[in-house]
């Protein structure tokens, strides 16, 4: 089989959605090698970690035979032909016009509708241009697959797909974080990044969603022995952060990261003492997982798809309320056996995001996707 990926994101982007789609198209080669894969970009950049995927075996790059503005929306068909790819998968949010058309079926990944959500968030351009990428997807792609039951629901209460059209896989996170870091490493990161001795954790882009400052309005409840370090881009809304920090005296209790090498994630997770992430709203919440896998008790906020992500054995309280925040935070720092069971409960959880599972999940997918177009 062969096939194809609008691989923009893969090529391009360190975070998020990159990180998606290398993850997905790496595992597919690893554990499906009797495949080829095409990933098509406008373009790639310059850095090892992308390197390091695009020379990967049964992975090939492919770039515009005629570049243009509207290749990856139009042109891209013509490549797909040529290369007479049997199935192309849009890994973040489209597919190209007319494809329907072609003799190739497609798949399409979902990975939120918080545009729809939180529209404050965005501006009235990017929300029309999201509304139309999306809504074409949905409709015109053979199966969509969502990133979480939360994910579904959305794209059946904004565009009322029909839910047999949907497919839920869930992501997982880099095989980095899913075992120990030696003492000399987790040193190495510490003397680094100035590490305080005990200290929560939280990662994430520092934007309004996100609602650091719940957290924050949290800490000077929490246990004092213990410091916050903040791992995420800074936005404008930092600055807000930052102002109620000051209010409340706590600039010797926060560290703020930013640029950390992915390399030194996987240490900086372990050497947490809990992670918690007050989030209003995500497509699935991958830091949870890889907290869970770094073995750190996880506190994080109702009312979209981190309980998906973090399981029963987590924690949960509503988002803007900073007093059961600080509660459940020091419910696991003073109960050493509370935590432990946490840990071990949460290893057993992330189980059902091992890569080799969803992979073979994904791959269903194709070969029925497939399998009804040829029908």
């Known amino acids: 089989m062969k096939i194809g990926f609008d691989g923009k994101r893969a090529a391009n982007n360190l975070t998020g959605l990159g990180n998606y789609s290398r993850s997905l198209i790496t595992h597919l080669a690893e554990f499906f ?42 042109g891209i068909k013509k490549q797909l032909l040529k290369d007479q790819i049997d199935l192309f998968h849009g890994l973040s949010h489209e597919i190209p016009l007319g494809i329907q058309h072609s ?3 497609s798949v399409v990944t979902i990975h939120d509708l918080i545009f729809l959500r939180f529209p404050q968030y965005y501006g009235r351009i990017d929300r029309f241009i999201y509304g139309l990428k999306f809504r074409y997807a949905c409709k015109h792609a053979d199966k969509i697959v969502a990133i979480s039951e939360c994910t579904k629901r959305d794209l059946i209460h904004f565009f009322d797909t029909d839910p047999n059209k949907i497919e839920v896989v869930y992501q997982s996170c880099d095989d980095s ?28 882009t520092i ?50 990261l930013q640029n950390v090498p992915f390399d030194d994630l996987p240490s900086i997770y372990q050497l947490a003492s809990a992670f918690v992430y007050p989030s209003l709203y995500e497509g699935f919440g991958i830091p949870i997982i890889e907290a869970m896998y770094s073995g750190v008790p996880v506190i994080a906020a109702t009312g979209s798809c981190l309980e998906e992500a973090g399981g029963d054995h987590s924690l949960y309280v509503p988002p803007f309320d900073h007093k059961a925040l600080s ?17 071990a409960k949460g290893l057993e959880y992330v189980k059902k995001f091992e890569t ?20």
């Open 33 to 74: 090698p009797q495949n080829q894969y095409f990933v098509y970009t406008p373009k790639v950049k310059e850095h090892k970690q992308i390197s390091r995927f695009l020379q990967l075996n049964g992975i090939k790059i492919e770039l515009p035979d005629r570049p243009g503005w509207f290749w990856r929306t139009s």
């Open 103 to 105: 003799r190739i079926p």
């Open 177 to 204: 974080f899913k075992s120990a870091t030696d003492q000399h490493k987790k040193q190495e990161v510490r003397i680094k990044h100035q590490l305080p001795e005990k200290y929560i954790l939280n990662v994430g």
């Open 207 to 256: 934007e309004t969603r996100k609602n650091l400052m719940t957290l924050i309005k949290a800490l000077p409840e929490i246990h004092p022995d213990y410091q916050l370090v903040v791992v995420g881009r800074k936005t404008a809304y930092t600055a807000l952060v930052k102002k109620e920090i000051d209010l409340l005296g706590l600039r010797s209790r926060v560290t703020f």
């Open 327 to 343: 509660l459940s935070i020091n419910k696991v720092l003073n109960s050493p056996g509370l935590a432990t069971e946490m840990i």
């Open 356 to 375: 080799r599972v969803l992979t073979e999940e994904m791959i269903k997918i194709y070969t029925q996707v497939l399998s009804n177009h040829q029908k």
